[in-house]
């Protein structure tokens, strides 16, 4: 199954205002750009705890501020759900009510549905008991509704990055599907008038949602490479692309080192700032899987503590060798 969650983690963390013109344009219209926005994912993962999902997510906590005459400032809180779950609506109504208790601000939550399912568009969460009742209502977009050949002449950098998601659903690990589409997306990208910085990034995402093995990574590659010398246009040159791969390979570290600390947080709560560092600190791939492994087997943060100092001096012994 194809991973979305981090290349749409990171696709809000850098296109977020074109995410909200995309997707939900009035609200990006009432929003003072002018004064910035402030992505409050700490805050969000305590309040995750709080609610005890122990679930991983595309959840986003953003502050923003209105463009009204008093100062006045909500809470965005987006979420982006790529599969079928019974407990959707539920989780949106916890964290909402959540962020309220926390902050007594505003609080603006809003879905974007990444499912195959047609007929699931979950809007509302309602409860009801002997008069009692309570009721939360929020926006929804789905991305089955965006037709792609529409998407492609959509200059929005989330146009791109929906067609991506969209892409690697029709592909359903079939390479030459993928391939193709995957080439033409990206050639896509040279005709909607974006600049370096914008055509490397959305690269880098379309490779996170988009991945194929190593031969037809190679021909297209190949392709990308023939395309930019014809366009004179060297954008996604070997040293980017070099650098795009260890960014891939930097967001399965990342997620790894989140994962195991979340896991953490979840079993034993108090989780020093002192181990979170380590962890922090590890770039081994395999090492992280196997640290992930002991996040949920370990029974007690001091042994995990024990088992980590363990590795990481197995792990410098080797490299010492190696050298």
């Not at 906590?61 to 019974?86: A, D, M, N, P, Y």
């Not at 029709?170 to 914008?198: P, Q």
């Not at 949602?209 to 246009?233: G, S």
């Not at 650098?243 to 979340?262: A, N, Y």
Request: glycine content about 4%; overall charge negative; some cysteine.
């Amino acid at each position: 199954m194809t991973e979305y969650d981090s290349p749409w983690k990171e696709s809000i963390s850098l296109y977020f205002r074109d995410f909200l013109r995309f997707f939900y344009p009035l609200i990006e219209a009432d929003i003072e750009w002018q004064r910035g926005f402030e992505f409050l994912d700490v805050e969000l993962q305590k309040i995750k705890r709080e609610s005890e999902t122990g679930k991983r997510e595309v959840d986003k906590l953003v502050k923003v501020w209105r463009k009204t005459g008093e100062e006045q400032w909500v809470f965005l809180h987006v979420e982006i759900q790529s599969q079928r779950r019974s407990d959707f609506q539920e989780r949106i109504y916890l964290y909402h009510n959540r962020i309220f208790d926390r902050y007594r601000k505003s609080v603006v939550s809003v879905a974007v549905l990444g499912d195959e399912e047609k007929k699931w568009r979950p809007k509302s969460y309602k409860r009801e008991l002997w008069g009692c009742r309570a009721l939360l209502e929020f926006p929804v977009v789905k991305l089955l509704d965006y037709d792609i050949d529409e998407l492609a002449q959509n200059p929005n950098p989330l146009a791109a990055i929906v067609q991506a998601h969209r892409t690697a659903q029709i592909a359903n690990n079939n390479a030459e599907v993928g391939y193709a589409n995957k080439l033409s997306l990206i050639k896509s990208l040279y005709e909607r008038g974006y600049g370096k910085n914008d055509i490397v990034q959305l690269f880098r995402l379309i490779d996170w949602f988009i991945a194929l093995p190593k031969f037809e990574e190679e021909r297209l590659w190949q392709e990308i490479q023939t395309l930019e010398e014809n366009k004179k246009m060297p954008y996604i040159t070997s040293v980017e692309r070099r650098g795009i791969e260890k960014g891939l390979q930097q967001g399965q570290v990342t997620k790894g080192q989140d994962d195991i600390v979340r896991i953490l947080e979840f079993r034993f709560e108090d989780v020093t700032q002192e181990l979170r560092q380590i962890i922090e600190k590890l770039d081994d791939i395999e090492l992280l899987g196997n640290l992930l492994l002991q996040a949920v087997a370990t029974p007690s943060l001091d042994e995990f503590e024990s088992v980590v100092s363990q590795n990481v001096a197995e792990s410098e012994s080797k490299a010492e060798e190696e050298e």
